[in-house]
């Protein structure tokens, strides 16, 4: 096990509150103008609450804080902590993956994309299977709008 110094603490932490601050500008400067754009155009939206309009800026601001600062903290840690053997290593085996998926053709890169992201492919489908749906219950104009509601 390695010890770790009090500078190599101080750099992951800079490179996490870096991280943290670039997710926090990054998706700041789409959520407030996005917010501000539906504000001025769309009736529905102005009518709702000013802490749903936030909950909605939270929702897109706090994930890509955490996952910006995730990435930089990990990209700290591969850069200063592997050294030696275990960064050798690391990069024969990135390299290898690298030449695999150069060498295979467009129909096994989809294939193993698929085999990767399966669970997500079944919830999307699912997902879009439900947005049809309610797509076509809810353009029968015989129906009324409660029972649209209830068949969705």
Same mark, same amino acid.
């Given at each position: 096990?390695?010890?770790?110094?009090?500078?190599?603490?101080?750099?992951?932490?800079?490179?996490?509150?870096?991280?943290?601050?670039?997710?926090?500008?990054?998706?700041?400067?789409?959520?407030?103008?996005?917010?501000?754009? &539906?504000? $001025?155009?769309? +009736?529905?939206?102005?009518?709702?609450?000013? !802490? %749903?309009k936030a909950?909605?800026? *939270?929702?897109?601001?706090?994930?890509?804080?955490?996952?910006?600062?995730?990435?930089?903290?990990?990209?700290?840690?591969?850069?200063?902590?592997?050294?030696?053997?275990?960064?050798?290593? &690391?990069? $024969?085996?990135? +390299?290898?993956?690298?030449?695999?998926?150069? !060498? %295979?053709?467009?129909?096994?890169? *989809?294939?193993?994309?698929?085999?990767?992201?399966?669970?997500?492919?079944?919830?999307?489908?699912?997902a879009l299977?439900?947005a049809v749906?309610?797509?076509?219950?809810?353009?029968?104009?015989?129906?009324?709008?409660?029972?649209?509601?209830?068949?969705?």
């Amino acid at each position: 096990m390695k010890i770790v110094t009090e500078e190599q603490l101080a750099g992951h932490n800079r490179a996490t509150y870096r991280g943290a601050t670039e997710g926090f500008l990054g998706s700041a400067a789409f959520a407030l103008p996005a917010s501000f754009i &539906l504000n $001025r155009r769309w +009736s529905y939206y102005r009518s709702l609450p000013l !802490s %749903l309009k936030a909950l909605g800026v *939270v929702i897109i601001v706090a994930p890509c804080v955490s996952i910006q600062a995730e990435r930089r903290g990990l990209e700290f840690d591969r850069e200063v902590n592997w050294t030696g053997a275990g960064r050798m290593e &690391l990069d $024969r085996v990135a +390299s290898e993956e690298e030449a695999r998926w150069s !060498s %295979l053709s467009v129909k096994d890169k *989809v294939a193993d994309w698929a085999a990767r992201h399966k669970y997500g492919i079944i919830c999307g489908s699912w997902a879009l299977s439900l947005a049809v749906a309610g797509a076509i219950i809810s353009r029968d104009k015989s129906l009324h709008f409660f029972l649209c509601v209830v068949y969705r």
